[in-house]
């Protein structure tokens, strides 16, 4: 692996890190302000918005601009929303803003990846990429469970600035503040990303120009054979993992009776769950056989679930940590093809804006949903039985939708054999 990929790992884990605390921190401000049940599950899809919105855009300037710049100004963006939430503005309104960020910031951080990494190397690095980043999501919910728990919230109250009132009273908005900090040191590491020799180009000015030629990537990924199968599978599944961190709380609060700290510790280990099996798919998996993982979102369907049946935490967290694994083992495989489908068709930051734009869609779309379940009263059993058979239903059609689809991509597949034979040469 070249050194820079070294640096665009550690800027990532920093600030996915602090998104992920600070949505533990978000939840107990909502909490702890009497705020309606609904808001809290709305978190997710708010920071899914501007992934939607922008999405035209992002890709394009992720292609024009330096990536290592990208990722700077995109991290500066997450310090306003951190600020917003600090200062007194709404938790849903601050965390889009954070949303806004990290939309900007995605597409850049997986185009740097293949502008870095030979195809041969795409599945590995994003094994490492994913397995960083899912394991800096378990460190996110877990520090954000410590810093407004009880051990940790009263010495970071106690800590005050000479002559400066700061205005942190509670033990969420001392987290906050923390993660302003965090995200300072993601920006540092932005700026020492290398430039690399990928040509840059043009952003057109014109947003109905960026418009129509992101919808003409959109619907050429789903039109091309094999683009269309790994976009829909992942497409799913982080529309559903990235709600399934939330849903996790309400669920550990209906079954286990755990506050907001406790809960971060069981949605840790879902994550915990994902980094393992995102590392045994980069060990494991090669990108000709990416597909063949398809049939095992069928029983992450059924996993969750089983999930409504757990009361004991000594059960459930081995089966959060299995649930989970499933899905990294699902999702590094996909990403990686995905990711080779879409630079060879349109390059890397738009491919990425349209995976992050159709994946966020389906955030949103679950999330809002979600969202309207509890505020109509419904419960978290509910919730997860209804994702739980849908995910199930989903990737059963995905599958038979790729059989029927398996004659018509041959040449695509001996192509990706040939990486994997070169793969294996080195």
């Known amino acids: 692996m070249k050194k820079g990929f070294y640096t665009v790992m550690a800027a990532q884990f920093f600030s996915s890190l602090a998104d992920n605390a600070l949505l533990v921190a978000a939840i107990e401000l909502l909490k702890s302000s009497n705020a309606p049940a609904w808001q809290v599950p709305a978190l997710a899809p708010m920071f899914a918005l501007f992934y939607v919105i ?64 030979p195809p041969s190397q795409l599945v590995k690095g994003n094994g490492w990429i994913e397995g960083l980043t899912v394991g800096s999501i378990v460190l996110g919910i877990v520090t954000g469970g410590l810093l407004i728990g009880p051990r940790l919230s009263p010495w970071l109250l106690g800590f005050d600035l000479p002559m400066i ?32 020799e990928a040509p840059l180009h043009a952003l057109s000015l014109n947003a109905a120009v960026l418009v129509r030629d992101f919808a003409q990537c959109n619907a050429k990924l789903w039109a091309d054979k094999l683009g269309q199968i790994t976009l829909a599978t992942t497409t799913l599944l982080w529309g559903v993992f990235g709600n399934l961190r939330v849903i996790v709380f309400a669920w550990a609060a209906a079954a286990l009776g755990y506050g907001t700290a406790q809960a971060s510790s069981l949605a840790g280990v879902v994550i915990i769950g994902s980094a393992i099996g995102a590392v045994l798919a980069s060990a494991r998996m090669r990108l000709d056989r990416a597909v063949g993982v398809i049939p095992l979102g069928i029983g992450v369907g059924f996993l969750m679930i089983g999930l409504n049946v757990l009361t004991n935490v000594w059960v459930a967290a081995p089966f959060l940590i299995v649930l989970g694994g499933l ?56 919730a997860i039985t209804v994702l739980g058979l849908t995910v199930a239903g989903v990737m059963e059609l995905i599958r038979r939708w790729h059989v029927n689809n398996g004659v018509t991509h041959r040449d695509e597949v001996e192509r990706l054999l040939a990486i994997a034979r070169s793969d294996k040469a080195h």
């Open 165 to 196: 009132d700061t205005g942190v009273d509670t033990p969420p908005e001392a987290a906050i503040a923390c993660m302003v900090a965090v995200y300072i040191v993601a920006a540092v590491f932005n700026l020492r990303i290398p430039r690399t």
């Open 327 to 382: 899905c990294g083992f699902l999702i590094v495989p996909m990403n990686a093809l995905l990711q080779h489908r879409g630079h060879n068709l349109m390059g890397a930051g738009r491919s990425i804006a349209v995976q992050n734009f159709n994946e966020q869609a389906c955030i949103l779309a679950i999330g809002g949903f979600n969202a309207g379940m509890t505020k109509l009263g419904l419960s978290a059993f509910a």
């Open 54 to 117: 922008l999405a035209p855009f992002v890709g394009a300037f992720a292609d024009a601009v330096p990536k290592g710049r990208v990722m700077f100004i995109s991290n500066s963006i997450k310090v306003v929303g951190c600020l917003m939430m600090l200062f007194g503005s709404h938790p849903l309104l601050s965390y889009a803003v954070v949303g806004l960020g990290a939309a900007a910031y995605s597409p850049a951080k997986y185009g740097i990846v293949t502008e870095l990494l």
